[in-house]
């Protein structure tokens, strides 16, 4: 009996060994279910986090190549992405309001007015005065009224008109033996002529003084109109910030500025044409001065009697 108690202990060891063997045989196995998913799940944050970073890494990338594309878009246009080409004359003259574009509208008229008088007057002046110099020069030496008209010839002058108003009150005035009576009408016609040919070439004179004195003005008012619409853009955005300012009142001050441009050459032009136009009074005063005298030697040539008209000594006869 004791040796089979001896040989039972002998058993339940051995038994227990194989049982705990299949344990300790499953136990690597379960290790080894448990490392092999472990090694993924410790390899893949290991791969996550190198992929993500570079993620997180290029969404600033991509915030800095977002912001850094409109500058560059910016570069290439800085004049429509500023608000600089909007503010170019043109741009403010077309959103401009209805008020201020008409008034640049007439003001841009009125100086091309003011040039188309410029160089009307100046080409009108300098005829005249090349004319009437040479009408002056050829009749230096005639010593009657016929000699200086035949010297004339055909060329129409103001001195023309001189010596024809001469002539044609000789012959009015025949029969009639006061010489200074005729002078006198024929100085009368001489001062007519004179006035009529200073109206004549101060013709668009007015305009020009027009333009140059009412210009500024118009062009103020333009401007106070566009500040006006200016501050009542601002009161209805409730902003005062000068991108939301700046147009309006450029817009308002570009009305002033075409009418200091309109008015600025409207002004010089006036007194430029005043000084020349004095200049040519002169002549004309001279001209008639000219055909005074060449009367007077006709008058006392011929005692009264002009050509066309009676002879003092004939109307003494007459009356005998």
Request: hydrophobic content about 50%; cysteine-free; glycine content about 8%.
């Given at each position: 009996?004791?040796?089979?108690?001896?040989?039972?202990?002998?058993?339940?060891?051995?038994?227990?060994?194989?049982?705990?063997?299949?344990?300790?045989?499953?136990?690597?196995?379960?290790?080894?279910?448990?490392?092999?998913?472990?090694?993924?799940?410790?390899?893949?944050?290991?791969?996550?986090?190198?992929?993500?970073?570079?993620?997180?890494?290029?969404?600033?990338?991509?915030?800095?190549a977002?912001?850094?594309?409109?500058?560059?878009?910016?570069?290439?246009?800085?004049?429509?992405?500023?608000?600089?080409?909007?503010?170019?004359?043109?741009?403010?003259?077309?959103?401009?309001?209805?008020?201020?574009?008409?008034?640049?509208?007439?003001?841009?008229?009125?100086?091309?007015?003011?040039?188309?008088?410029?160089?009307?007057?100046?080409?009108?002046?300098?005829?005249?005065?090349?004319?009437?110099?040479?009408?002056?020069?050829?009749?230096?030496?005639?010593?009657?009224?016929?000699?200086?008209?035949?010297?004339?010839g055909?060329k129409?002058?103001?001195?023309?008109?001189?010596?024809?108003?001469?002539?044609?009150?000789?012959?009015?005035?025949?029969?009639?033996?006061?010489?200074a009576g005729?002078?006198?009408?024929?100085?009368?016609?001489?001062?007519?002529?004179?006035?009529?040919?200073?109206?004549?070439?101060?013709?668009g004179?007015?305009?020009?003084a027009?333009?140059?004195?009412?210009?500024?003005?118009?062009?103020?008012?333009?401007?106070?109109?566009g500040?006006?619409?200016?501050?009542?853009?601002?009161?209805?955005?409730?902003?005062?910030n000068?991108?939301?300012?700046?147009?309006?009142?450029?817009?308002?001050?570009?009305?002033?500025?075409?009418?200091?441009?309109?008015?600025?050459?409207?002004?010089?032009?006036?007194?430029?044409?005043s000084?020349?136009?004095?200049?040519?009074?002169?002549?004309?005063?001279?001209?008639?001065?000219?055909?005074?005298?060449?009367?007077?030697?006709?008058?006392d040539?011929?005692?009264?009697?002009?050509?066309?008209?009676?002879?003092?000594?004939?109307?003494?006869?007459?009356?005998?």
């Amino acid at each position: 009996m004791i040796a089979s108690l001896a040989m039972l202990t002998l058993a339940v060891p051995s038994s227990a060994q194989q049982q705990a063997a299949p344990g300790a045989q499953a136990a690597p196995a379960v290790q080894s279910q448990s490392v092999t998913p472990s090694r993924p799940a410790q390899s893949v944050p290991a791969v996550q986090p190198s992929a993500a970073a570079p993620q997180v890494q290029s969404a600033p990338a991509a915030a800095d190549a977002s912001l850094a594309a409109p500058a560059g878009a910016d570069s290439k246009q800085p004049k429509s992405s500023t608000g600089l080409h909007e503010l170019s004359p043109w741009n403010m003259f077309l959103n401009a309001d209805i008020i201020v574009k008409a008034v640049m509208l007439g003001l841009a008229f009125a100086s091309l007015v003011t040039w188309t008088v410029f160089i009307a007057k100046m080409i009108e002046l300098t005829v005249v005065q090349r004319k009437l110099r040479g009408a002056l020069t050829r009749i230096a030496e005639s010593r009657s009224l016929a000699e200086a008209q035949f010297a004339l010839g055909a060329k129409g002058s103001v001195l023309s008109s001189f010596i024809a108003a001469a002539m044609r009150e000789g012959r009015l005035s025949a029969g009639i033996s006061s010489d200074a009576g005729i002078k006198e009408r024929a100085a009368s016609s001489f001062s007519e002529i004179a006035r009529a040919e200073a109206r004549r070439i101060r013709t668009g004179m007015g305009l020009l003084a027009t333009i140059g004195a009412t210009s500024p003005f118009v062009g103020l008012f333009g401007t106070v109109w566009g500040i006006m619409n200016s501050f009542i853009g601002i009161s209805k955005s409730q902003t005062t910030n000068l991108a939301v300012v700046a147009p309006g009142i450029a817009e308002a001050l570009l009305a002033t500025a075409i009418g200091l441009v309109a008015a600025i050459p409207a002004v010089i032009i006036y007194n430029h044409f005043s000084r020349v136009t004095k200049g040519y009074l002169e002549l004309v005063g001279r001209a008639s001065g000219a055909a005074g005298r060449l009367l007077s030697r006709d008058l006392d040539r011929t005692h009264g009697s002009i050509p066309g008209s009676v002879p003092h000594g004939a109307r003494a006869a007459a009356a005998e």
